[in-house]
């Protein structure tokens, strides 16, 4: 009885792990960018020691301790940190989607911050002339649609005609380095969601978009990427032991940066089709007044696609375009990052939505879909009846353009 007593007293007075803070935290299985530049002894660092620096920032940039990267440099002697650069939603992310950003004075550090999605979204020659070098630390989600990497090809350009250093700390694409789908951006639809001429999911990390586009564009900045240490192209966030922290409102974890796209583009063609945002399930389902749910649901589940399953629910936004209205939908549950294509999902709802309600699809202004999916011709083909792989094969000889130069870009 003694020994079953010991035992019980073990098992029931057990610590989780990292349940006492960063001592018991498991170490990541990578090492991010900023982790590695910062290291003792990083020959990374060496070129940076004593300089001014700019750093683009937000609260997705993080080290592998979730520490803020302009409060590390900040508080670092080896640097100079002067000037932070906030992109859209603002340097610790308090900004709404699509408002503008002001410029300000960071309440943490102090500094400055210029915004670059406001009157101006690039680094202006004004603060540029007061640093040495721009470092950029933010996560991306690995959509062309996301603007972070939009704000990267602005600050490479200003980099490139005011010759200053840019410098990527790397981080991982959360939905792996080998999904790549959709259309190639054609430079007649080129704008802040879609800045350079690759498909809607891409597979490269940041510092990877950054080559990409300094290459094909001929931008000819001074670009260096400090590569994370330990990542692998078939990795998913959830293989990097990294906790995610919130990189955007309606990014508030992983499974919505997977889900995204699936989602995302469904409702950003459309006029009359939710994502979720507005609910507490962003990004994680399509509704819309007129959808049966166990009908969509079960046509979904039917249809085959991978890692993912569709469950049949009614919500009420409580903001946003469809504020108090009663939706009806299918929320998406995630099983399997790695085998999901989340823009061929986004494609099968909306084919699937149009068999089972045809003419009920309310699309965008071509522009709008042109912005977006960097073609035109999606609706008419969907309302057709189109077979998917027939779209998807329209956009195949560009996606192999892409990836041929992508190759020259990649780092892991």
Not at 9 to 17: F, L, Q, R, Y
Not at 114 to 141: H, K, N
Not at 187 to 209: A, C, D, L, S, Y
Not at 311 to 327: E, R
Request: charged content about 20%; glycine content about 10%; proline content about 8%.
């Amino acid at each position: 009885m003694k020994r079953l007593a010991l035992l019980l007293v073990s098992v029931c007075c057990a610590v989780p792990t990292g349940a006492l803070g960063s001592s018991t935290t498991p170490r990541p299985m990578i090492e991010l960018g900023v982790d590695v530049l910062l290291a003792p002894g990083s020959t990374h660092l060496e070129p940076l020691v004593g300089k001014r620096i700019g750093l683009i920032t937000n609260p997705s940039g993080v080290d592998g301790h979730l520490v803020p990267t302009a409060d590390r440099l900040a508080r670092d002697p080896r640097l100079q940190l002067v000037q932070l650069y906030g992109p859209e939603h603002g340097i610790r992310g308090e900004v709404p989607a699509g408002d503008p950003v002001e410029d300000a004075r960071d309440p943490v550090t102090g500094l400055p911050v210029q915004s670059l999605y406001g009157r101006t979204r690039r680094p202006t020659p004004e603060s540029l002339a007061g640093v040495d070098a721009l470092l950029f630390d933010i996560q991306d989600i690995g959509s062309r649609t996301y603007t972070y990497i939009s704000t990267l090809g602005e600050a490479m350009r200003a980099c490139a005609e005011h010759r200053k250093p840019l410098w990527v700390l790397d981080r991982p694409n959360p939905i792996g380095g080998l999904l790549t789908e959709g259309p190639v951006m054609p430079e007649q639809w080129r704008n802040f969601i879609g800045w350079g001429p690759m498909p809607i999911t891409h597979g490269m990390t940041v510092g990877e978009v950054a080559r990409f586009f300094n290459a094909t564009l001929g931008i000819g900045c001074d670009l260096q990427v400090v590569p994370m240490r330990g990542w692998r192209r078939e990795m998913t966030w959830a293989d990097t032991g990294l906790t995610w922290t919130q990189t955007s409102p309606h990014i508030p974890g992983v499974r919505q940066a997977h889900l995204y796209v699936a989602t995302g583009m469904v409702a950003m063609s459309t006029t009359n089709l939710s994502d979720g945002v507005g609910t507490t399930l962003p990004f994680e389902i399509v509704a819309a007044e007129f959808i049966d749910p166990p009908k969509l649901a079960a046509a979904l589940d039917a249809s085959g696609l991978p890692g993912v399953r569709f469950q049949a629910l009614a919500v009420k936004p409580f903001y946003g375009g469809f504020k108090d209205k009663a939706l009806r939908g299918v929320r998406l549950h995630l099983d399997d990052p790695r085998a999901f294509e989340p823009l061929r999902t986004a494609l099968t709802v909306l084919a699937t939505l149009e068999r089972l309600y045809p003419g009920k699809i309310a699309w965008a202004e071509e522009q709008i879909i042109g912005r977006h999916w960097g073609e035109t011709t999606l609706p008419a083909r969907i309302s057709q009846g189109d077979a998917l792989t027939d779209i998807q094969a329209a956009w195949r000889g560009d996606l192999d353009v892409f990836l041929a130069a992508r190759r020259a870009a990649l780092l892991y």
